[in-house]
């Protein structure tokens, strides 16, 4: 059993941090948040996911895990501190640092033992030498710099930094910490291998252990793929859709060959959140910072920036104006499972629809309270927004209908309600989730990707 302490309780902090618990670590969650602490402490999460809350309160009772504010009492005497502060993206595509840093310059301040510090954040590769070396350079407890041989202020202290890059995706983040395919740990001594081998042995899962730079490039490489491999197939739906092909048969087609795989072959209107637009923008802007131009992953984003409008600039052909005219969204959120909007394609065309005058009657089973922080009910630019409790009430009466979120409530919309519901049945749908055949057999206009 380690002392864990986790600075950044969001996805990636309080589900590991929680996860650590769950498996017998002491653990102590830290957050600039006060709030964010307080709710956590009264067994309540911050964040929508599955199975969350549960393990939260299970391992607070237990005594395992604990939330704060105050970071020295947390940092002081943990055997590793896990970060898992966000690194945004910035103006320029690079990662903001400045978090990482933060908390890099807390824990120098602050430890009194021989520690481990783990970095989780998705970060440039050579980040992590760069966090070892400001933690030296703030440590007032060590005046001999790396080797961690000073004497300083009378004391000797060993800090190494290891790469932890995380892969949980949010709506499944707990199942995917506790069955995680593999765990990568990029490490630069024995020291810090074994403890993290340690750490993460009651897990039960694969670990690839390998140099910090490859870690870090690990966790990029992995997310540009798959962020590739979705905007090929929206490359290939569109042009599907010009020549009469069907993606959704054509990715059928495609699974069975085991190089290609089955997963993340579904068409359309792109990616989005937290991760695969910021790391592919990152990776993009670190090739250039060294003379490189990484022109698959520049492709990957091009099509991704022209698919997250697609239906819309569709719509906008088919009918004259949206001004005046009810439209249903369907999920907010940038896919299912989370009520994260970070990225998500609702917030790209709403703002579209809301200046050509449309009445916008949105619903979403989770993200309605947080899209509605950002687009307050009522009357906005030229149109208007309500936030429903219910499909029917969104459909009931609408001129179009557009899905961004395939929740399964969603899915389960069959083509007659639609029709019954709507005033005019046309409806574009970004997540091809209902069937071609037979939304036109119930006499409704469907326009999807691809197909
Ligand atoms: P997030 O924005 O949800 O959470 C970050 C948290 O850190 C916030 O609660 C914030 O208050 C807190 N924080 C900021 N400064 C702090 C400090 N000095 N001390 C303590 N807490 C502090 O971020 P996230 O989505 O969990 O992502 C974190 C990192 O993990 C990013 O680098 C991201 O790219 C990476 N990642 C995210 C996911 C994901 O699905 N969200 C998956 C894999 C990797």
């Known amino acids: 059993m380690y002392k864990i302490a986790v600075a950044g309780t969001g996805y990636v902090g309080l589900v590991a941090g929680v996860c650590f618990a769950e498996i017998g670590h002491q653990v102590t969650c830290v957050d600039i948040d006060e709030n964010k602490v307080q709710l956590m402490k009264s067994g309540v999460s911050p964040i929508y996911e599955a199975e969350l809350e549960n393990l939260m309160q299970k391992n607070y009772k237990a005594g395992r895990i604990d939330y704060t504010t105050d970071y020295v009492e947390a940092y002081k005497n943990a055997d590793a501190i896990f970060i898992g502060v966000g690194t945004p993206e910035q103006p320029d595509g690079s990662a903001n640092l400045s978090y990482i840093a933060t908390v890099a310059r807390q824990i120098a301040e602050t430890i009194e033992k021989d520690c481990l510090v783990v970095v989780k954040s998705t970060v440039p590769v050579g980040t992590n030498d760069k966090v070892e070396q400001f933690?030296?350079?703030?440590?007032?407890?060590?005046?001999?710099?790396?080797?961690?041989?000073?004497s300083g202020m009378g004391k000797s202290i060993r800090v190494e930094v290891a790469s932890n890059p995380e892969f949980l995706a949010q709506g499944t983040a707990v199942k995917d910490t506790l069955q995680a395919a593999r765990i990568i740990i990029g490490t630069e001594s024995e020291w810090a291998e074994d403890m993290l081998k340690q750490i993460y042995e009651p897990f039960n899962i694969p670990i690839v252990s390998v140099r910090r730079r490859s870690a870090e490039m690990i966790k990029y490489a992995s997310n540009d793929f798959l962020a590739l491999k979705i905007s090929y197939m929206n490359d290939i739906a569109n042009l599907c859709e010009l020549v009469g092909a069907d993606i959704q048969d054509v990715a059928r087609g495609m699974s069975y060959d085991e190089r290609i795989g089955s997963k993340f072959l579904n068409a359309g209107i792109g990616y989005g959140g937290s991760c695969f637009p910021k790391d592919t923008k990152a990776l993009d802007y670190l090739a250039r910072q060294y003379g490189y131009e990484l022109k698959t992953v520049k492709a990957a984003i091009d099509v991704n920036t022209n698919q997250k409008t697609i239906l819309y600039k569709?719509?906008?052909?088919?009918?004259?104006?949206?001004?005046?005219?009810?439209?249903?969204?369907?999920?907010?959120?940038?896919?299912?499972?989370?009520?994260?909007?970070?990225?998500?394609?609702?917030?790209?065309?709403?703002?579209l629809l809301l200046e050509q005058g449309a009445e916008i009657y949105a619903y979403d089973p989770v993200g309605k309270d947080n899209f509605a922080r950002k687009f307050h009910e009522g009357k906005l630019g030229n149109g208007s927004i309500r936030?429903?409790?219910?499909?029917?009430?969104?459909?009931?009466?609408?001129?179009?209908?557009?899905?961004?979120?395939?929740?399964?409530?969603?899915?389960?919309?069959t083509p007659k309600h639609f029709k019954q519901l709507m005033r005019t049945p046309l409806v574009y749908?970004?997540?091809?989730?209902?069937?071609?055949?037979?939304?036109?057999?119930?006499?409704?206009?469907y326009y999807s990707v691809g197909r």
């Open 429 to 445: 749908d970004g997540r091809n989730i209902y069937n071609v055949n037979d939304m036109k057999n119930a006499g409704i206009e």
């Open 387 to 413: 936030y429903v409790e219910s499909i029917e009430a969104a459909l009931d009466g609408a001129n179009v209908c557009f899905v961004f979120t395939e929740w399964n409530h969603i899915k389960a919309i």
């Open 314 to 351: 569709k719509a906008s052909k088919r009918l004259i104006t949206f001004n005046g005219l009810k439209v249903a969204v369907l999920g907010l959120t940038f896919k299912p499972g989370t009520d994260d909007l970070r990225e998500a394609a609702s917030l790209e065309n709403i703002p």
């Open 135 to 150: 933690i030296y350079d703030f440590l007032p407890h060590n005046a001999d710099g790396l080797t961690g041989n000073g």
